[in-house]
């Protein structure tokens, strides 16, 4: 069981943890497009979010993070962004994984991915990226796909990060980034530039590495903890 800041309370429905407020009811958050379109998800971004907003291909996408992750064995893992649980294709099923999203309709359907995927003991929170509830260094490895330019405060993310991740831990991010939008497509949130991640995790501690494979304008990069 993961371990959680003092004071911090749940309630676990179908498999998902919810943060109690102080008035005992579950927080709720604004999904992107609303747990009633849940059941859609997987179908918009196969079929419209990657060729058609991002210029990218899902199995070009999973076969860069599988290449990248194929060693990850054993290690506590936290997702930013869990979705619908997309990391299922790529992320070994050893690891003790943690997901974590604004939508508790999305986690519903995580849940059901990662047990049938054999991922022992998975947990899910609903909770904001800029405000984790767990420890201080509880993890080995953080996963943000497709999520970092979707959060309002990046810079508070990217603290949180630091904060839960053990020294020397490692985030693995994928991101669409301006330069690399050839169609000029509009895509929704904050996007930086690669120079602009680059700066933004260096100035918080970490050590960092651009993946060189390209798929569309997706950036896919690496920062270690120091």
């Not at 508790?104 to 849940?111: H, Q, T």
């Not at 990226?129 to 953080?142: G, H, I, K, R, V």
């Not at 330069?179 to 991640?197: A, F, V, W």
Request: charged share 25%; proline share 4%; glycine share 8%.
């Amino acid at each position: 069981m993961t371990v959680l800041k003092n004071n911090t309370r749940t309630i676990l429905r179908k498999g998902v943890h919810f943060l109690l407020g102080p008035d005992g009811k579950p927080r709720r958050y604004k999904p992107w497009l609303g747990d009633c379109f849940a059941f859609l998800y997987d179908f918009i971004m196969i079929h419209s979010v990657f060729p058609a907003k991002l210029g990218a291909k899902v199995s070009v996408h999973h076969d860069i993070l599988r290449q990248e992750l194929h060693e990850v064995q054993g290690k506590k893992v936290i997702e930013l962004g869990t979705g619908t649980g997309d990391s299922i294709n790529f992320l070994p099923n050893d690891n003790r994984y943690v997901g974590t999203d604004i939508s508790p309709g999305l986690l519903k359907r995580a849940v059901g991915k990662f047990r049938s995927a054999g991922f022992a003991g998975a947990e899910f929170y609903v909770v904001t990226a800029a405000d984790l509830p767990f420890t201080a260094e509880s993890f080995d490895l953080c996963l943000c796909l497709l999520s970092l330019n979707f959060f309002e405060d990046a810079l508070s993310v990217i603290q949180e990060i630091s904060r839960v991740l053990t020294h020397g831990a490692l985030l693995v991010c994928a991101v669409p980034v301006p330069e690399r939008n050839d169609r000029k497509s509009t895509i929704h949130g904050t996007l930086y530039t690669e120079d602009e991640l680059a700066r933004m995790f260096q100035d918080h501690g970490f050590r960092f590495e651009s993946i060189a494979q390209r798929n569309g304008t997706i950036f896919y990069f690496r920062a270690l903890k120091s």
